[in-house]
């Protein structure tokens, strides 16, 4: 993954809407199943299946995280956040887009509970280290959930509040996670997809913070 120098701060600040690159109308080419699961990663997903995404850094590791949890339905890695139409890797990379880098998750709540969910995304990364996770640094990388429905929301607030007494009763810092409703998700080019079972000792970055999920 690309990571930022100790001299270019540009890429750990968000840019303004209207400073943002223009991107483009067409969606990225993306072949729709999943290498691993064998599913659809493209909707539309089973009437019974909800979505959200998650930013924990570099979404290559994170998305094996979440297509390794039993019952899961599928996982895509793409972007998600920003203010780009249909960006490339490069142009997030850039810190021009305003996107983070996210897995998409599709679940049955029948199956995989969202506090399922929840405990694998805070206890896999450090949520609160701002623009960066680890020595990926820069606004892709950034700690973020994005939701479509109020309800949803709420009960990652609730999980929000019970991790950050997790990390303050361990002396750790407060939770820079950004939770947003009704993002736009733009899939990733498809040689990012499921990167770490097509390159088992490729690159990955995440790592908790040694506190568990109450």
Same mark, same amino acid.
């Given at each position: ?10 890429? =750990? ?21 999943? =290498? ?17 995404? #998650?930013?924990?850094?570099? #979404? ?39 996107? $983070? ?8 709540? &029948? ?23 680890? $020595? ?14 109020? =309800? ?9 509040? &019970?991790?950050? &007494?997790?990390?303050?009763? $361990? ?10 409703? $009704?993002?736009? #998700? ?6 990012? &997809? ?21």
């Amino acid at each position: 993954m690309w990571r930022l120098s100790g001299l270019d701060k540009s890429k =750990s600040e968000l840019p303004d809407a209207d400073k943002a690159l223009p991107g483009r109308a067409e969606p990225m080419r993306h072949k729709g199943i999943h =290498s691993v699961l064998k599913t659809p990663t493209v909707a539309p997903f089973p009437d019974n299946c909800e979505v959200i995404m #998650f930013g924990m850094g570099c #979404f290559w590791g994170a998305e094996r995280k979440f297509w390794s949890i039993p019952d899961i339905f599928t996982t895509a890695v793409g972007y998600a956040g920003g203010y780009t139409p249909n960006p490339t890797y490069e142009e997030v990379c850039s810190g021009k887009t305003g996107h $983070n880098e996210v897995v998409l998750v599709v679940y049955d709540p &029948q199956k995989t509970a969202l506090s399922q969910l929840m405990k694998v995304f805070w206890e896999s990364h450090n949520p609160t280290q701002g623009m960066r996770q680890g $020595n990926d640094v820069g606004t892709q990388y950034r700690s973020g959930i994005y939701v479509d429905s109020e =309800s949803v929301q709420t009960q990652v607030l609730q999980s929000k509040l &019970q991790y950050q &007494q997790a990390l303050l009763k $361990n002396g750790m810092g407060v939770i820079t996670t950004e939770i947003l409703l $009704n993002q736009p #998700f733009y899939y990733a080019e498809d040689y990012h &997809q499921q990167y770490l079972a097509k390159n088992p000792t490729g690159y990955c970055g995440l790592g908790g913070c040694g506190v568990a999920m109450p």
